[in-house]
């Protein structure tokens, strides 16, 4: 597999910026609807980062005075049932998607690369026996895995960020393995080992940087379903545990009823993930676009 | 083609053995079952009592021995009893399947007769404003929560006729079968959809592109029978695989959504079951679902022989 030469793809696309700040701008004309989708993450990581800055109420004070208060110049998003501030939960609550989304998408991929470098670089039963555990895994659908996953490791954040990552691995891997069976066959490849070189040198050194395109495009694709699986889990009430403001969580505390009375309650939080995952995605399908032309839309 | 048929078959054997393995353990990790968490509930009781019930669910028995004889009761039909209702699993379990399974059915059949449509639309007018629309409508199915969908669709239903459509198990008129089945499938029909559209999409620019495309235009076939008969004819495969793959994952989405509309299904009984630590439901029926999944796999790959005349599967 040739890596792409971008400079040469640059100067096709008609682009005369070779360097910094005017190539980035160049992508973010060409690539609009990815651009949006970046400056929604950033705004996502900023709130994260900053949550104690911006909310205006402790996200897990309650004040049952004004439980369940309509959307006001107080409360702009309302309260709820234990009279929490809606707006400071939801900019908390950027924190654990993010958290949950970075670190389970983080961890299932490193294993899944692990998995898939060795199962593809070995071959031989090493390989079919990774094979037969990725299919095992991938018998199973996303959420159902995790939720088994979580209600056998108990619910607590590092154990929803494990119970999401594990359904991943087998993902990764399959990418990954397929990637190092043709890699191996290159002819650099070959030239390293002529010249005396061992195998995991030549399997961290060589095979392994030529992934990364498709790894970054995979992880990032796979960002926005880690959320969402955070928020389905939490919303069913095993993900993660009270009080923490979970978006997913915050839409479980009987949705349906407050359906009714409390519209708000079920609106902002589930814009927030919405938002967050549409971001997401809009900045991996352009992703995708800049560092895999193979796949291009 | 009998002997792939054979083989794939051995294969898909051996994954569900995997599988049961995973699930049977997975579950025991944990120290702590079911009559700990009764007996924790209920204060200090005597320990003799404790292990007469631990004997009596045999769970006093070593995990190898427990596993073997769910095996083996589930190569007889026997699936165990429910600890929480204390009927048998397999009369807890079949009742529930036929509404999760019609709602499945409606779901795929909006999914598909939805997404196709579009994503050649899509794929006909690249690059244009409706292409453009429809792409970013697609993305936003990917990102939208379904439970979040069906809970908006209770808000409609209250700003409408002011109450929130409740499942009816019998429904009579033609208004309370739309709300039971059509809504919450319809929920879970728009992320799937989207999948569908995409798909159909890169399939059908894939196609496009080809010469025979160019030859069918240059000896005078309209617009529509290129489009439709010469195009989508070769692009529909991998659509099928994923609407096919989709037909047992969206299981996913029915977890949540029917919860959020509760319907009495297999998938809200899944949540409840696990809630409980109800071992026995929970391990039948994880094994349910890993079965329709790898059934439907084995169908699309199939269903690909039948579809593409090409495609003959020797060794």
């Known amino acids: 597999m040739a890596t792409v030469n971008y400079d040469i793809e640059l100067e096709r696309a008609g682009a005369k910026a070779p360097h910094g700040w005017r190539r980035l701008a160049f992508y973010a004309r060409r690539y609009i609807l990815g651009t949006v989708g970046l400056a929604i993450l950033a705004v996502l990581v900023l709130t994260a980062l900053f949550a104690d800055l911006i909310a205006r109420y402790d996200p897990l004070s309650i004040d049952s005075a004004h439980a369940l208060a309509h959307p006001s110049v107080q409360h702009w998003m309302g309260t709820d049932s234990f009279g929490r501030d809606v707006l400071s939960r939801i900019i908390h609550g950027a924190r654990i998607s993010l958290a949950v989304g970075i670190g389970s998408t983080a961890l299932g991929s490193m294993i899944g690369v692990i998995i898939g470098l060795t199962s593809g670089y070995l071959a031989g039963w090493v390989d079919l026996v990774f094979q037969r555990v990725t299919d095992i895994l991938q018998s199973l659908p996303l959420l159902v895995l995790a939720l088994v996953m979580t209600a056998a490791l108990g619910a607590s954040l590092p154990n929803v960020i494990i119970a999401i990552a594990i359904p991943l691995i087998p993902i990764v891997a399959r990418v990954i393995r397929a990637n190092t069976l043709a890699l191996r066959e290159q002819p650099f490849v070959e030239a390293a080992k002529s010249i005396g070189m061992s195998e995991t040198r030549i399997a961290l050194r060589h095979v392994l940087p030529n992934t990364l395109a498709p790894l970054i495009v995979l992880a990032t694709a796979q960002l926005g379903s880690t959320i969402l699986t955070e928020a389905s889990l939490s919303f069913l009430g095993l993900g993660i545990p009270e009080p923490y403001p979970s978006w997913g969580r915050m839409l479980s505390e009987s949705a349906a009823e407050y359906v009714r009375t409390a519209p708000w309650l079920v609106i902002f939080p589930g814009i927030a993930i919405s938002a967050s995952v549409f971001g997401t995605n809009l900045f991996g399908d352009a992703l995708r676009d800049i560092l895999d032309p193979r796949q291009r839309s | ?315």
């Open chain 2, 1 to 315: 083609m009998f002997a792939y048929i054979v083989r794939r078959l051995a294969l898909m054997l051996v994954t569900l053995f995997g599988i049961s393995i995973v699930i049977f353990f997975l579950l025991r990790v944990l120290p702590g079952n079911i009559v700990d968490i009764l007996f924790d509930a209920a204060g200090f009781v005597d320990p003799a009592d404790k292990a007469n019930l631990e004997r009596d669910l045999g769970i006093d028995q070593p995990l190898v021995v427990q596993y073997l004889r769910w095996i083996g009761g589930l190569l007889h039909g026997d699936l165990g009893y429910s600890y929480v209702s204390e009927k048998p699993a397999l009369e807890e379990i079949l009742p529930r399947i036929p509404i999760t399974a019609r709602l499945a059915g409606l779901a795929l059949l909006f999914s598909a007769s939805i997404g196709i449509p579009l994503g050649v639309i899509s794929a006909v007018y690249q690059g244009s404003r409706i292409d453009y629309i429809l792409r970013v409508v697609s993305l936003s199915g990917l990102s939208l929560p379904s439970f979040w969908l069906g809970l908006l669709i209770l808000m409609a239903g209250v700003a409408l006729f002011g109450n929130i459509p409740i499942f009816n198990p019998n429904p009579k008129t033609l208004g309370e079968m739309f709300s039971t089945y059509c809504l919450p499938s319809l929920a879970v029909a728009f992320r799937s959809s989207a999948l569908t559209m995409r798909i159909t999409r890169s399939s059908m620019l894939e196609v496009l592109r080809q010469d025979y495309i160019r030859t069918a235009r240059a000896k005078g076939a309209s617009e529509a029978s290129v489009n439709f008969h010469h195009a989508l004819q070769n692009a529909i495969l991998p659509v099928i695989t994923v609407v096919g793959i989709e037909a047992a994952f969206l299981i996913g989405g029915l977890i949540v959504t029917e919860t959020v509309f509760n319907v009495p299904g297999v998938a809200r009984f899944l949540v409840e079951a696990i809630r409980w630590r109800d071992y026995p439901i929970v391990q039948n029926l994880v094994m349910f679902i890993a079965v329709v999944v790898v059934i439907a796999n084995f169908t699309v790959d199939m269903l690909y022989a039948v579809f593409d005349p090409r495609i003959r599967y020797t060794d």
